[in-house]
């Protein structure tokens, strides 16, 4: 398996401003994606960061709001935008790893959690 | 899209008894089924997965079933122990590699 971590763990923001969250997998992986869950719900993914193209989004996330790079296979950046407290959320970045018996299987990181105030 | 409901959104049992929770699927395509245990302020963990060639698979405690032609697979788990207490995610996974997950399972196991 890979060593995945984020930075930051956790950060208290001011509405308006805006947040980079990073992650650093200690292996190239050729898939990362990024989550949004928000408080006592389920993962939502927001987009897929592919390595050397622009993020593919999902439905209801948009480029402006959750910009993301991913300059190489070990690393990613999500930004949160303009926040305001309803961006109030742990982020997780995930990536594919095989393992388990194949290469679809998703790890996680331990999560960004955010507070707007 | 794929649209994965997962029941019941709660679950209280005795320490030793069984729990069984319930996901079901709306994309026949899907053809990878991940069971996620997240507890309180952690990540999400990988506890078992299964692919859709096969119908049944346990790790020690742990077992999941599909059924492909019914859309739903389930997560069993037997002599549960307090440490089992956790949020439960299952998920569906397309050809896409993206991962859909259902609302989440809170498991309580009492001593």
Same mark, same amino acid.
């Given at each position: 398996?890979?060593?995945?971590?984020?930075?930051?763990?956790?950060?208290?923001? #001011?509405? =308006?401003? /805006? *947040? @980079?969250?990073?992650?650093?997998?200690?292996?190239?992986?050729?898939?990362?994606?990024?989550?949004?869950? #928000?408080? =006592?719900? /389920? *993962? @939502?993914?927001?987009?897929?960061?592919?390595?050397?193209?622009?993020?593919?989004?999902?439905?209801?996330?948009?480029?402006?709001?959750?910009?993301?790079?991913?300059?190489?296979?070990?690393?990613?950046?999500?930004?949160?935008?303009?926040?305001?407290?309803?961006?109030?959320?742990?982020?997780?970045?995930?990536?594919?790893?095989?393992?388990?018996?194949?290469?679809?299987?998703?790890?996680?990181?331990?999560?960004?959690?955010?507070?707007?105030? | 899209?794929?649209?994965?409901?997962?029941?019941?959104?709660?679950?209280?049992?005795?320490?030793?008894?069984?729990?069984?929770?319930?996901?079901?699927?709306?994309?026949?395509?899907?053809?990878?089924?991940?069971?996620?245990?997240?507890?309180?302020?952690?990540?999400?963990?990988?506890?078992?997965?299964?692919?859709?060639?096969?119908?049944?698979?346990?790790?020690?405690?742990?077992?999941?079933?599909?059924?492909?032609?019914?859309?739903?697979?389930?997560?069993?788990?037997?002599?549960?122990?307090?440490?089992?207490?956790?949020?439960?995610?299952?998920?569906?996974?397309?050809?896409?590699?993206?991962?859909?997950?259902?609302?989440?399972?809170?498991?309580?196991?009492?001593?």
């Amino acid at each position: 398996s890979a060593v995945i971590s984020q930075k930051p763990s956790r950060d208290i923001c #001011q509405r =308006g401003t /805006s *947040l @980079t969250i990073q992650c650093q997998v200690d292996s190239q992986v050729t898939m990362m994606f990024w989550y949004r869950q #928000q408080p =006592g719900q /389920s *993962l @939502t993914l927001i987009a897929t960061a592919n390595q050397g193209s622009e993020a593919t989004y999902e439905s209801g996330f948009v480029i402006d709001k959750f910009p993301i790079s991913r300059p190489n296979l070990t690393f990613s950046t999500l930004t949160v935008s303009n926040m305001s407290p309803e961006d109030s959320s742990i982020y997780l970045c995930s990536v594919v790893l095989g393992g388990h018996g194949g290469a679809d299987t998703q790890y996680f990181g331990p999560g960004t959690r955010l507070t707007v105030l | 899209g794929e649209n994965v409901e997962q029941h019941p959104s709660t679950l209280s049992v005795q320490e030793g008894d069984s729990a069984v929770i319930k996901c079901t699927y709306s994309d026949s395509a899907s053809n990878y089924f991940p069971w996620y245990k997240q507890e309180l302020g952690k990540r999400p963990q990988l506890i078992i997965d299964i692919r859709s060639n096969v119908g049944e698979k346990k790790d020690q405690r742990i077992a999941v079933t599909l059924n492909k032609t019914a859309k739903h697979f389930s997560l069993h788990i037997t002599e549960t122990q307090p440490e089992d207490s956790a949020v439960y995610f299952c998920a569906a996974h397309n050809a896409g590699n993206m991962l859909t997950f259902g609302g989440g399972t809170r498991l309580m196991v009492k001593p």
